[in-house]
Nanobody, 121 residues
Framework: QVQLVESGGGLVQPGGSLRLSCAVSGSLYRINAMSWYRQAPGKERELVAVIINGGTTEYAHFVKGRFTISRDNTKNTVDLQMNSLQPEDTAVYFC???????????????WGQGTQVTVSS
């Protein structure tokens, strides 16, 4: 069974930095894209950053220039380096893998359980 596990969340002061990591337990035949989403209280889940095969990255406008997504293809892990954090970045952050468990499987979205990031003085 494939599971994603996030780590690295916590409390940080405005202007500070955090690094989130996501690892997969179990095996996937193919991972097409790895992403980070976030969900603040009372708001919908929103895409923060995505990295696809080949290394192409895309960022939401509200994190561009502050956050960096990276992946380790040998370990199937994805990280999110978050700099210049602001109170509005406070949310539960989720990692997402879109991939196939077997060569005959349809693409599927796998989600982690989320990790809390709180930016406050």
């Amino acid at each position: 069974q494939v599971q994603l596990v996030e780590s690295g969340g916590g409390l940080v002061q405005p202007g500070g930095s955090l690094r989130l990591s996501c690892a997969v337990s179990g095996s996937l035949y193919r991972i097409n894209a790895m992403s980070w989403y976030r969900q603040a209280p009372g708001k919908e889940r929103e895409l923060v950053a995505v990295i696809i095969n080949g290394g192409t990255t895309e960022y939401a406008h509200f994190v561009k220039g502050r956050f960096t997504i990276s992946r380790d293809n040998t370990k199937n892990t994805v990280d999110l380096q978050m700099n210049s954090l602001q109170p509005e970045d406070t949310a539960v952050y989720f990692c997402n893998y879109r991939g196939q468990e077997h060569w005959y499987s349809l693409k599927y979205d796998y989600w982690g359980q989320g990790t809390q990031v709180t930016v406050s003085s």
